[in-house]
């Protein structure tokens, strides 16, 4: 199970709303720290991706620009009880996590 995503779907009237919040730093690359005065190295988020029983339904491309800890909703048309979501992210910096759930 992912660790820095939580996932929720529920589907009604064949329509699917999706609901996920990553926890992730989404550091801008612009920040120094305080006590040093160097700048804190970019590390964000460039990819969302979520699949519907292995059909992308969406495809996100991220940037710094992004708060740290993003929530993301959307709604598809399609989908049913007990179907498979997969959301999965990759960062900058090579790392990367997935979650896969059942809509309710």
């Known amino acids: 199970m992912a660790k820095s995503i939580k996932i929720r779907a ?3 009237g064949g329509i699917t709303t999706v609901k996920a919040l990553i926890t992730h730093p989404m550091e801008t690359g612009l ?3 305080k006590k040093t005065g160097k700048l804190i190295p970019a590390h964000f988020i460039q990819e969302v991706v979520c699949k519907h ?3 992308p339904v969406i495809n996100c ?3 710094g620009s992004v708060s740290k800890n993003p929530y993301l ?3 598809f048309k399609g989908g049913k009880k007990d179907d498979s979501i997969e959301l999965s992210w990759k960062d900058n910096m090579g790392k990367g996590d997935s ?3 059942k809509i309710r």
């Open 10 to 12: 529920k589907s009604k």
């Open 31 to 33: 920040r120094k720290n």
């Open 53 to 55: 029983n292995g059909k």
């Open 61 to 63: 491309e991220w940037g």
């Open 73 to 75: 909703a959307f709604k």
């Open 99 to 101: 979650i896969t759930a």
